[in-house]
């Protein structure tokens, strides 16, 4: 019986995923109509159903004659390959008394960047609920690096960019700076100064 309750939960919260992503006015992803969305989420409910993963091809062509599918999803989670340069991640965040929707858009060239916006059930756009990401969150000077080489580092950076990624299995979201394109030293270089920093959320806000 308790397995039978926990199956119609998550089924009921897979099919309110579905919904949410049909009905996404078309303005936040304009290269997916209505009707582009609902032959996604028909994909989206066969893995959900069936609890395994998204492991082959399951999209469409959009609008831009270009291919969108699925990398992964669940019943609170999804992230598609929007184009060869984007891809947008979407999560179902809990409230006490409601849920808010977080999507990450990410444009892939030439390095990483990301936005960050949130939802009610109804794609009214709330205020933003991620603080302000400062460079100390992402950078760190080692004790053993001399502060001029620090400085160079830092410089192989600009123009700073952030990438954000939701996670599928906690409500978090991770924070990055991207790495442009450069040799190999630098990248060496530029790693040894890099941080990542994980925003939890806490029922209201990430923090």
């Known amino acids: 019986m308790l397995g039978c309750i926990l199956l119609a939960s998550v089924t009921m919260k897979a099919q309110q995923l579905?919904?949410?992503?049909?009905?996404?006015?078309?303005?936040?992803?304009?290269?997916l109509?209505?009707?582009?969305?609902?032959?996604?989420?028909?994909?989206?409910?066969?893995?959900?159903?069936?609890?395994?993963?998204?492991?082959?091809?399951?999209?469409?062509l959009n609008s831009l004659n270009d291919s969108t599918f699925i990398y992964d999803?669940?019943?609170?989670?999804?992230?598609?390959?929007?184009?060869?340069?984007?891809?947008?991640?979407?999560?179902?965040?809990?409230?006490?008394?409601?849920?808010?929707?977080?999507v990450v858009h990410t444009y892939l060239a030439p390095a990483?960047?990301?936005?960050?916006?949130f939802y009610d059930f109804h794609w009214n756009k709330l205020q933003n609920l991620l603080p302000e990401i400062k460079e100390d969150d992402l950078i760190c000077k080692p004790d053993s690096m001399e502060e001029d080489m620090f400085i160079d580092a830092k410089a192989l950076l600009e123009p700073k960019m952030i990438r954000l990624s939701l996670s599928?299995?906690?409500?978090?979201?991770?924070?990055?700076?991207?790495?442009?394109?450069?040799?190999?030293?630098?990248?060496?270089?530029?790693?040894?100064?890099?941080?990542?920093?994980k925003f939890k959320w806490n029922g209201a806000m990430f923090n």
């Open 18 to 31: 579905c919904n949410l992503w049909q009905e996404m006015p078309d303005s936040i992803i304009p290269l």
């Open 168 to 197: 599928k299995s906690e409500y978090s979201v991770a924070a990055s700076y991207s790495i442009p394109l450069m040799s190999d030293d630098d990248k060496r270089l530029l790693n040894t100064i890099l941080l990542q920093k």
């Open 33 to 60: 109509n209505k009707s582009m969305r609902i032959e996604l989420s028909e994909y989206m409910r066969g893995d959900l159903n069936a609890d395994n993963g998204v492991g082959e091809f399951k999209g469409l």
């Open 73 to 102: 999803c669940s019943h609170d989670f999804l992230w598609l390959r929007l184009t060869a340069s984007s891809q947008l991640e979407m999560k179902i965040l809990p409230r006490e008394r409601d849920s808010v929707i977080c």
């Open 112 to 117: 990483a960047e990301s936005t960050i916006a």
